[in-house]
């Protein structure tokens, strides 16, 4: 079983400066394969596949034109990888399952450097404290004991060091033994999922909303600040003349730039932390089937009034680490139809309220029926007889 691995690193001011310089040139070979793959496409009404412009680039481009060998001052399979990445962003584009690639920015684009073992003998080490990175030497960890260690037999794959708000990740793929799965209960599960509460769930368990907290309110007050006076240095530089001090707002703007990366970075690892909490927590009830429903996300953001609350909420997150985890100790995972009119029906009598409103919080029923409206869904997604086994 293959499980992947993410932590934080801490490299060295050397190790950085290579980290950097392989994220541009991966970054760079990315955005030239799209162009020449255009360009192509244009010409010759042919498609150039990953395999082919990797050729085309080591054996005719870099030898007639010597300034682009920088090139090769970077790990081999970083740019391998990347130009498979495009490969498959031009793919999904004629698939229709994506819009048309995109470039990738260097202001926008944090980036990713790709390594793997050389070969089958070989193996890449993992100590406590350190990982032995492919043109890194060893770079030290800085939440010891997480990784999976070498001498324990564990063997890592292939991995991606990335960079994301001024901070460094090492994400690693290890050959893991097949866990036990354990033996689930009888009973199932339904969980709906919402704004004013996270998740309710059918054994009356209820998820609170995370971003309604105080940790969490004061960190959006915070950065309102911050983006506030990045707009005001903006501004300022846009006035500026003297060269010397257009600089030096240049370099503040970059500074202010990363205060309000952080900010950001710290709350999607609070949402994230807590919808793993959220996962762990129900999937240890050991059902034998959880039922969701199939939201309609992109439609719910249309609306201005709610669109911000509902990207907060990460429900497509809490979707995909259900199914991962419930891939894992085999609990069956059902998908119920958006359509299926969970908070309208009566889990008592069957009959739907068709004038059911968002403002109402309680289910009440002609037949005398009352009870929460998300525990009511819960229960009747618990129920439901139609629905897909993801």
């Known amino acids: 079983m293959w499980k992947s691995f993410k932590t934080e690193i801490k490299p060295t001011p050397e190790q ?19 162009a020449h793959n255009k360009e192509f496409y244009e010409k010759q009404k042919k498609f150039l596949s990953g395999m082919d412009f990797s050729k085309w680039l080591n054996h005719c481009f870099l030898p007639s034109n010597p300034e682009y060998t920088w090139i090769k001052e970077v790990s081999s399979k970083s740019v391998k990888q990347s130009i498979m990445n495009a490969e498959k962003a031009w793919k999904r584009f004629f698939q229709q399952q994506s819009g048309f690639p995109k470039f990738k920015k260097k202001s926008q684009s944090d980036g990713t450097m790709y390594f793997v073992k050389n070969d089958a003998k070989t193996v890449i080490p993992c100590e406590r404290h350190r990982i032995k990175i492919p043109t890194l030497g060893w770079v030290r960890l800085k939440e010891k004991g997480y990784l999976p260690v070498s001498k324990q037999g564990y063997v890592i794959k292939s991995g991606t060091v990335s960079r994301k708000a001024g901070r460094y990740y090492v994400s690693v793929l290890v050959d893991m033994p097949d866990i036990e799965k354990p033996k689930c209960h009888g009973f199932g599960l339904g969980i709906d999922l919402g704004i004013k509460v996270f998740a309710t769930v059918s054994n009356g368990m209820v998820k609170k909303n995370i971003n309604r907290t105080k940790t969490v309110k004061k960190l959006e007050k915070k950065l309102k600040r911050e983006q506030r006076c990045l707009s005001r240095k903006y501004e300022d530089f846009k006035k500026r003349r003297n060269r010397k ?6 370099q503040n703007i970059q500074k202010q730039v990363l205060k309000v990366q952080k900010l950001h970075q710290r709350m ?5 932390d807590y919808i793993n909490k959220c996962v762990n927590e129900i999937v240890k009830t050991k059902p034998s089937y959880i039922t969701i429903e199939d939201l309609n996300v992109s439609g719910m953001m249309k609306n201005h009034h709610l669109s911000k609350a509902v990207a907060s909420q990460k429900f497509y997150e809490f979707r995909r680490k259900l199914e991962a985890k419930c891939k894992e100790l085999g609990i069956e995972r059902r998908i119920v139809d958006r359509w299926y009119p969970s908070s309208r029906l009566c889990h008592a009598c069957g009959c739907i309220k068709k004038d059911l409103k968002l403002s109402d919080r309680v289910y009440r029923c002609p037949c005398g029926y009352h009870a929460d409206r998300d525990f009511n869904a819960s229960l009747n997604l618990r129920d439901a007889r139609t629905y897909k086994i993801a």
């Open 268 to 272: 999607n690892q609070i949402r994230t």
């Open 16 to 34: 950085m400066q290579k980290i950097h310089q392989t994220i541009g040139t991966c970054r760079f070979v990315y955005n030239f394969y799209l």
């Open 245 to 250: 001090k257009g600089e030096a707002t240049r």
